[in-house]
């Protein structure tokens, strides 16, 4: 099933998708016992597909761009946490910072996991039960604060304001058997940056949810973001980096395309 959150008239309220273009009304928690309605309802605003409790991101976790970077595989996942607040809907605009300015803003087309229900040390073999869906993100990233002004912390540069469009679609795990054999891709102003699949993961996603869930408690909608693949702008030769007027689009096979047009942040 293929799930829209969007802003209906009492505010924002889920969908679910159906084959003939239509969107029937879903009622109730969707992770906790919802249902499709027989209620046809014409979506209003699409928004990102939900508002989660954490998002949990992973670094250097494809193969091709931890080389691309100059890094080694690295030996256990590495985690670090976006703001909750950097949350962008489809279609709306990624800013670059003025205030705390960067220069050096980049994409990365990343899967995104959502959890379904309240879990704690799962095992790996039952870790994908625990799956409500996925969809696609983009950690916008701001390299200067990440690499020079960051103190060694990833928190700074990947959580301004705008930094995790997430969309368009929120597509439960029956769609999606295997996560880690999906084509993923960023396009930027219709040339494609990154062209990958999921099958390069160092940590494929069932044991991202054995680490992350290990002595800690994951709550239903907790947000995991399973790491991009090479392509990203600062491994260019020379650098590229998103600028104002540009349109960058995250692309995943069964799940569709997130696009967002780059503006200035206004001060």
Not at 81 to 95: A, F, H, M
Not at 168 to 173: D, E, I, K, Q, S
Request: with cysteine.
């Amino acid at each position: 099933m293929k799930i829209i959150r969007h802003l209906a008239p009492g505010g924002p309220a889920y969908a679910a998708l159906q084959p003939d273009g239509s969107a029937r009304e879903i009622a109730g928690d969707i992770f906790a016992g919802a249902r499709v309605t027989d209620k046809v309802v014409k979506p209003g605003k699409i928004l990102a597909p939900l508002s989660p409790p954490n998002i949990l991101a992973i670094g250097l976790n494809y193969r091709k761009h931890a080389a691309e970077g100059g890094k080694g595989v690295p030996e256990r996942p590495m985690l670090f946490l976006k703001s909750t607040t950097c949350l962008q809907n489809p279609g709306d605009p990624i800013e670059l910072p003025v205030k705390l300015a960067s220069h050096e803003v980049d994409w990365e087309c990343e899967l995104a996991v959502v959890i379904g229900k309240r879990c704690k040390n799962v095992p790996r073999e039952k870790a994908l039960d625990y799956v409500f869906g996925y969809t696609a993100a983009n950690d916008v990233s701001a390299r200067d604060w990440q690499q020079k002004w960051g103190g060694g912390q990833f928190c700074q540069s990947k959580s301004f304001d705008t930094f995790c469009p997430l969309g368009p679609v929120l597509v439960t795990r029956d769609e999606i058997p295997n996560p880690n054999a999906l084509q993923i891709k960023t396009v930027l102003n219709g040339q494609v940056m990154q062209d990958c699949n999921t099958n390069d993961m160092v940590f494929d996603v069932a044991t991202l949810i054995e680490f992350l869930s290990g002595s800690k408690t994951l709550l239903p909608g907790t947000l995991i973001l399973t790491g991009t693949p090479h392509g990203v702008g600062f491994a260019r030769k020379p650098p590229v980096f998103m600028k104002a007027g540009d349109t960058v689009s995250v692309e995943i096979e069964k799940i569709g395309t997130l696009t967002n047009p780059v503006v200035n942040e206004r001060v």
